[in-house]
């Protein structure tokens, strides 16, 4: 990851989000800061976060299955879920959808639009897994929660990778 200036430029700030912060989003916020961790001048360039649409489960780990899954390829979820609130759309600079669901909320609860315009989804990320979508894992079973670390680490992957680029420049 380039360094230029990297002192005076304030982080890049990614917010990630499903619908209830316990699942897809806080997997996705575990696996970035993994791969930040793994490059730490990048990891004063870029900073994430996970939130959910609603507030159902805040305060809360990560399902329990998630972590489980998660652990097992050695990604440690420790976030507690939040649900997203009108100063997100200002903070973050690029807010990340699971599902088209999540997207169109987002949008809607985006202040402005020139906010609204921060709203992208995963899956524009997903270059070797044609999927449309990060399906929610929450009601089945373990190939579920297999299925959403293989789509979530190679958008993750791909999002480093795309920013990256883009700041070499």
């Known amino acids: 990851m380039a360094q230029s200036n990297s002192s005076s ?26 791969l930040l961790a793994e490059d730490p001048a990048s990891s004063s360039q870029i900073e994430v976060d996970s939130a959910g649409i609603g507030g159902w489960h805040q305060g809360e780990l990560a399902d329990p299955r998630m972590r489980a899954h998660a652990a097992r390829r050695g990604i440690e979820m420790t976030h507690r879920a939040r649900q997203i609130k009108d100063g997100d759309f200002e903070t973050f600079d690029q807010i ?63 999002l480093y990778h795309r920013y990256e680029t883009q700041s070499d420049k």
């Open 9 to 34: 430029k304030a982080p890049y700030r990614i917010l990630f989000v499903c619908l209830g912060n316990i699942c897809r989003s806080p997997l996705a916020e575990a696996i970035m800061r993994q």
């Open 96 to 158: 990340i959808a699971m599902d088209d669901g999540n997207y169109e909320a987002l949008r809607e609860l985006a202040p402005t639009l020139e906010q609204q315009k921060k709203v992208v989804r995963m899956a524009d990320y997903l270059e070797q897994m044609p999927w449309d979508h990060i399906p929610d894992p929450y009601y089945g079973g373990a190939s579920g929660f297999e299925l959403v670390l293989d789509l979530l680490t190679e958008g993750c992957t791909n």
